[in-house]
Structure formats: C-alpha cells, structure tokens
C-alpha cells in the first residue's frame, strides 16, 4: 500500500506552518511559513486607520485563509507527494483567539456596516483590554463560591472568551446583538474547510470555562454578571463541543481545489497549539511537562487526578490527552521579551559588532551573554512585560530590572531576561510539584529551544531537572497532523488513537540539557531573591506597577 500523509497546520501568533508528515514514522516531508500579511493589529485598524485603545491586540480573519490558500498547496507542490495519498488535515491556533460571526458563519469585521468597529475584528489571545471584565467574574465568581473557579486556579484570565464577549456587550452592544455566534478562531477555520462548525473541547474547556462533567457555569451566574447575558451559552455560544481528535467533517470541494487535495478527506476538530504539541512530543503519560516556548511559554502536564493548582490556566479532563486531565499554566511573553529588548533597547553599536561577527542580533548577544557565569551580572528581573499568566493571574503588572549600574552591557541585560523567564517557569513547575501533580521530566517544543542553546541550559539549571527537546521543530503542527490522522482512522491509512499516533510518530533529541551542579547552587539563591521580588510586587505589598499603569491611564 502506497505510503499515507496528514498535513498539520500550526497557527502562531504572526504566521500560520503547514507541514506534511509521513504518518508511518512522522517524518516531516515539507513545510511552508505565510506570514500574516497584517500582523498583530494592535495600533490602527487596517481598514480606516481607527486608533486603538491600549492593551488591544487584533488579527485579520483572511490572514488565516491565506495560510491555507498558499501553504497546503506549498507543501504538495515541493514534496511531490500524490494528493490522493494524502488522507486528514489538522490544525492548532493560538487561544483564547475569538471572533464574532454572522448567520452566514462570516465574521463580523468583513461586513462593510461593522468593519470600522474594532470589536467586530479577531481579539487575539493577547489581547488584553478586558481586565476589567475578567475581575468582575472573578470578583462575582468568588462571592457566590462557584466550584468552576478552582478548575481554573481561583481565576479566569482576561485573555479568555467570556471577558472579551463581556467587553464587546459593554462597549459595542450593536456588534454583539448581531453577532450570531462567538467562535474559536481555530474552530472557524475548520469551519471553513468542512462547511459546518464543531467546537472543540479543548480550547471551550481551558478558555470558555466549558466543562465535560458540568457544562458551562449557569444561566444564574451569567445574569449575575449581566442579565443581557444570562442565555449567552445557548446563544451565541451554543453547538455541541466535541472531544479532540474527532472528525469534524469533510473537506469540500470548493476548498480541495484551493488546496490543492481530494475532496473528502478527514478534517479533524480544532486544537490549542500549545495542547497539540503534547502528543506531538510524544507525551501521553503523566510525570512529563511539556514547554512550547516560543513567543510565550504554555506549560502543559498530565494528571489522573483534579487538584487545585495556584494560577494554573485550567485543569480540563480528556483537555491534551483522552483519557487523563490536561493541566495549563502560562507566561504570556518569554520570547516576546527578548523580540522587545531587541528592538528597543540593544545600542547600536551591539548591532554593528553583530554584523561584524557575521551572526544575527540573538546569536551574538547569546554568544556574549554565555560568557558570563550565574550570578556574575549582578542583575535580577521580572518577567512581567506582558503581564502575569502564571500563578499570579495578573495582567496588570509589569517589568522590572535591578541591579543596573554604569557598567552595565547589553549582553548581561540579554542574558538576565533569559534569567528571569526562566524563574517564571520555575514557579509553575514549583506550584505543580509542590500540589500534587508532581514534574518529573521537562520537555521543550516550540521555536526557543532550537534557537538559544543558553536559555535551554539556563533552564536546566534554574529548574534543576534534565531537559528532553523535541526532535520536530514544528512540534505543534507535527501534533495537528496527529490528530488529522486519527480523524481519518486506521481504515483509511491513519490511526485510531492519538497515543498510537503518538507512539508512531513522534521523537525527541538524543541530546537534552542536564544541571550543571554549580550553576544550579547559585540560581537557588538568584530565585530566592526573585521570589522575594516576585511576592512583594506581585501579591499586594507594592502596588507600583498598577499605580503606574493607573497613572498612564489616566494622562
Ligand atoms: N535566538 C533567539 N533567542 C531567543 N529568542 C529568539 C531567538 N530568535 C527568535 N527569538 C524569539 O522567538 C519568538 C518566536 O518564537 P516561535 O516559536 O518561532 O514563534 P511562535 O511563538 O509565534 O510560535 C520571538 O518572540 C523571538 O523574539
Ligand atoms: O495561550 C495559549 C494556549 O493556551 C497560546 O495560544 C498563546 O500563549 C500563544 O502561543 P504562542 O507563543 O504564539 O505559541
């Protein structure tokens, strides 16, 4: 029988990747970047040149249709492989990434009467600008002791669906009284290709507060937030939500022939990057955390039991894995830090040195940066530039270096906001470890761990646990294309569980990053002293940062 192949397609924060995987050992064939022609929208609209508010962060629906349009037919076209052989299709899409959608599933933001409201365009998962609805539901949520909190670490993000239809209620009540659903960006897309909308269990259990068991949180609760609420869940949010893995349909024929495939074939539900890389790393056992590090980290474990984690994202059952609770946590901006100090803070003179050793920006300052001993900076940061997803749940706060003094080089700042995302890590492994889903083994997926060899070993040592990296370097897509072919099912060439698929196809790197005893020692001083400063400014003892930001706010 002729070999059989899935694509996987992993939809980041600025680019969406096809890749083309040999389902009989998960070689990945081809792949293929389109960058979204509009970026993350966070400054102006793209049809009117509409300010946007702070903390907004949007994205073009259409940039999502091009990966489709040009990076499937890419991956056919180089790899020469026989469509007719190729038998499912999965994806995975950055999350809580939501838009609003008419009657005719098309969003909101390419009606011509709606276009100039930024609420009727994609809210990225990074979008921000509905704190204030995020602490009212935690605010409520607390006071009438709703169970689903503790799902969720005591607090639901702002980052998540139900702040952001909250916010568009509140600021735009026209937008959502049209709007017909609020959908998963990644839930559209498969959408796009099967003619019809399944939700996937997935992104509505770790970010819709969606429940196997319970379902949603009440229709009691939802008026308590807003009566113009209370039938949210079997409205605008209504459908069945179906377990990962599933197929959610059939391509059609109109979209085969854009693609370039049979018409026919099995399109799997959608998926969370973050989750699809599990599998994808060939994780489907407890023990092992998974880190897809890349513009920010998702920290995702394994469990049979419901435990309460402080600042967890979500604790969803069958949520990564059938068959075991899926555990979340998250820092909102690991490789997003270092992109910032690049752009905005390395001197130019660092840059020129760069080109005269004939390496990029990163390469240099990490060449730089290695020479440099634990310790030896005498710098320490926070994290926080994109605020705080884990375990403080706080988007409101933000970054903070010490130690500065005249002597100071870019190097030794590079290398201590490697440190410091490092040290959030190291609080979330803590907080899994240290209540009851205990991290045995760490595993990095993702674009960091291929592209900074320093970072990785800094981990290693401030975690004090060996590293496993994946073998894959698109460890998310290479997942989505698991799940693609587990849509199909063994009768058609694929497979019919995610952990025979996993077992199949996925590998790790013989080498993996191991503690170096001595750097270990003194990052265990370095960490106490972060978590003193991550307390103090964190937890209420010195509300600087939100003053500051309050301050802004209000010039
Ligand atoms: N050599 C490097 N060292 C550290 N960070 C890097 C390096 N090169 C790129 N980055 C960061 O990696 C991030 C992109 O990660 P990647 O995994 O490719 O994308 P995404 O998170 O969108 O899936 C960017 O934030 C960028 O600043
Ligand atoms: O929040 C999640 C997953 O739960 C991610 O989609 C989000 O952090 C974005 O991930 P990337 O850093 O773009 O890979």
Redesign the pocket.
């Known amino acids: 029988m002729a070999k059989k192949f899935a694509i996987g397609i992993?939809y980041?924060?600025?680019?969406g990747r096809a890749v083309l995987v040999d389902l009989s050992d998960g070689t990945e064939v081809t792949d293929h970047v389109t960058p979204y022609a509009h970026s993350v929208i966070d400054e102006f609209l793209p049809v009117s040149n509409r300010k946007l508010e702070h903390d907004w962060a949007l994205e073009h629906p259409n940039d999502y249709l091009d990966v489709l349009k040009i990076s499937v037919p890419a991956v056919m076209k180089e790899s020469g492989v026989n469509p007719e052989d190729v038998i499912g299709l999965g994806i995975d899409f950055t999350a809580n990434t939501m838009m609003p959608i008419d009657t005719n599933g098309e969003p909101l933001c390419f009606d011509p009467n709606y276009m100039d409201n930024p609420h009727s365009w994609v809210k990225l998962w990074k979008h921000h600008a509905a704190q204030s609805e995020a602490d009212l539901i935690n605010e409520i949520a607390t006071k009438r002791d709703e169970a689903f909190l503790n799902r969720y670490g005591g607090k639901i993000s702002s980052e998540w669906m139900i702040p952001k239809v909250w916010q568009i209620l509140n600021e735009a009540p026209e937008i959502y009284d049209y709007t017909d659903q609020f959908i998963e960006a990644t839930d559209w897309v498969v959408s796009k290709m099967t003619g019809k909308i399944s939700r996937n269990s997935c992104s509505a259990g770790y970010k819709s507060i969606w429940n196997k068991k319970d379902g949603y949180p009440s229709k009691d609760f939802f008026k308590a937030l807003d009566p113009r609420l209370e039938d949210l869940t079997d409205t605008k949010l209504r459908g069945e939500i179906v377990p990962l893995g599933t197929k959610a349909g059939e391509l059609t024929a109109d979209m085969a022939s854009q693609l370039g495939l049979r018409a026919g074939i099995a399109i799997a539900v959608g998926n969370v990057?973050a989750h699809a890389a599990v599998p994808g790393v060939g994780v489907v056992t407890p023990g092992k955390l998974v880190m897809a590090?890349?513009?920010?980290i998702c920290h995702m474990i394994l469990g049979t039991e419901e435990r309460e984690v402080e600042g967890m994202c979500g604790v969803v059952e069958d949520g990564i894995i059938p068959g075991y609770l899926g555990y979340e946590a998250g820092q909102s901006a690991?490789?997003?830090i270092?992109?910032w100090y690049?752009d905005q803070g390395v001197p130019a003179y660092t840059y020129k040195l760069a080109e005269i050793a004939g390496l990029?920006i990163?390469?240099y300052l990490?060449l730089k940066a290695s020479e440099y001993r634990p310790g030896e900076t005498g710098l320490l940061a926070l994290d926080w530039w994109n605020g705080n997803r884990s375990v403080l749940v706080d988007t409101n706060l933000t970054g903070m270096i010490v130690g500065y003094t005249l002597l100071t080089k870019p190097e030794e700042i590079y290398r201590t906001l490697?440190e410091a995302t490092a040290f959030g890590t190291r609080k979330i492994v803590d907080a899994f470890h240290n209540n009851g889903i205990p991290v045995e083994e760490l595993y990095a997926c993702?674009?960091?761990p291929q592209?900074?060899k320093l970072?990785m070993q800094i981990y290693a040592d401030v975690m004090n646990r060996e590293i496993k990296i994946a073998a894959s370097k698109q460890t998310p897509a290479l997942g989505a294309a698991m799940f693609g072919a587990v849509a199909a099912g063994s009768v058609n060439g694929g497979y019919d569980s995610i952990v025979d698929a996993a077992e199949q196809m996925a590998r790790v790197h013989e080498e993996s990053y191991k503690p170096i005893k001595e750097n270990v020692l003194v990052y265990e001083k370095l960490y106490q002293e972060y978590s003193k400063l991550h307390d103090y400014f964190g937890r209420g003892e010195n509300d600087v940062m939100k003053n500051l930001k309050a301050i802004k706010e209000t010039t």
Do not use: P
């Not at 980041?12 to 680019?15: A, E, I, M, Q």
């Open positions: 992993d980041g924060t600025l680019s990057d590090m890349g513009t920010s690991v490789g997003d270092f992109a690049i990029n990163h390469e990490e490697l993702g674009g960091l592209k900074n970072l």
